[in-house]
């Protein structure tokens, strides 16, 4: 998961994640600083899989609430 941290730079970590419809879902906990990041600017991304043997993976990009 990158968001985007106050000098304008991905911050980018791994993440659990669960799919909900045609969301993505992210359980984190309340202090942790990607969630400071997403206020101040909701836009991010998660690149989701990728192996040699499966290919490239995805790359999901969008408005995280």
Partial sequence: LSTIDSADFPHTVSVWYGADGNDLIFPTMADRVRL???AANPNGAAAIG???SQGE???VKGTLH
Wanted: aromatic share 12%; hydrophobic share 20%; proline share 11%.
């Fill in 36 to 38: 400071k990041h997403i």
């Fill in 57 to 59: 993976g995805y790359l």
């Fill in 50 to 52: 990728g192996n040699p």
